[in-house]
């Protein structure tokens, strides 16, 4: 059975970074896509990255310059480069991603149980 671990979270100053990451433990053969997600209290979850296992990328407007999604995939880990971080981005970060694992008769999404980061002085 495959199960994504997300780790990296934390609490930063504005103008910090964080790296996130998300691994896919278990038999996994084949990762299509990957995503990162964020829920702050009393919002909407919001898509915020995605990288493609070929390796492009898109980013929703409000991280784009300043996030980073990067896969690799011998560890089939996805990570989040988190720079200029700003009170805003302070939300519960989720990961998941499109693969077929062992046993899967098609690809299916898997999610991770989500990481906190909170951005304060």
């Known amino acids: 059975q495959v199960q994504l671990v997300e780790s990296g979270g934390g609490l930063v100053q504005p103008g910090g970074s964080l790296r996130l990451s998300c691994a896919a433990s278990?038999?996994?053969?084949?990762?299509?896509?990957a995503h990162w997600y964020r829920q702050a209290p009393g919002k909407q979850r919001e898509l915020i990255a995605q990288?493609?296992?070929?390796?492009?990328?898109n980013y929703a407007d409000s991280v784009k310059g300043r996030f980073t999604i990067s896969r690799d995939n011998a560890k089939n880990t996805v990570y989040l480069q988190m720079n200029s971080l700003k009170p805003e981005d302070t939300a519960v970060y989720l990961c998941?991603?499109?693969?077929?694992?062992?046993?899967?008769?098609?690809?299916?999404?898997?999610w991770g149980q989500g990481t906190q980061v909170t951005v304060s002085a």
């Open positions: 278990g038999t996994v053969l084949n990762i299509y896509v």
């Open positions: 990288v493609v296992w070929d390796g492009n990328t």
């Open positions: 998941n991603m499109n693969l077929r694992g062992h046993g899967d008769p098609a690809p299916r999404t898997y």
